[in-house]
């Protein structure tokens, strides 16, 4: 059964840093390509950035020189190191495994003052 479990979120002033990180498990965690995607209210989820299993790594633009993306295949976690928080950074953070068509539950990112 594939399960992905994200954890880490929480409120976090302007400036401030947050590390999620998503807990899988069910399958070869070390060969798919993991991505972390967000929502914020009344918009679309998007796509915050994506490492694959070779080890190349995709960020949006919003998020580039502030967010890196990380695993751990041996402990089969997703990491996502968010900096320089901004309040547009606010949203519900997923982690998938896109080709297998799994999510996470969430974790709520508040970047508030």
């Known amino acids: 059964q594939v399960q992905l479990v994200e954890s880490g979120g929480g409120l976090v002033q302007p400036g401030g840093s947050l590390r999620l990180s998503c807990a899988a498990s069910g399958f070869t965690f070390r060969i798919y390509t993991m991505s972390w995607y967000r929502q914020a209210p009344g918009k679309e989820r998007e796509l915050v950035a994506t490492?694959?299993?070779?080890?190349?790594?995709y960020y949006a633009d919003s998020v580039k020189g502030r967010f890196t993306i990380s695993r751990d295949n041996a402990k089969k976690q997703l990491y996502l190191q968010m900096n320089s928080l901004k309040p547009e950074d606010t949203a519900v953070y997923y982690c998938?495994?896109?080709?297998?068509?799994?999510w996470g539950q969430g974790t709520q990112v508040t970047v508030s003052s």
């Open positions: 490492d694959s299993s070779g080890g190349s790594t």
């Open positions: 998938t495994a896109l080709l297998l068509g799994y």
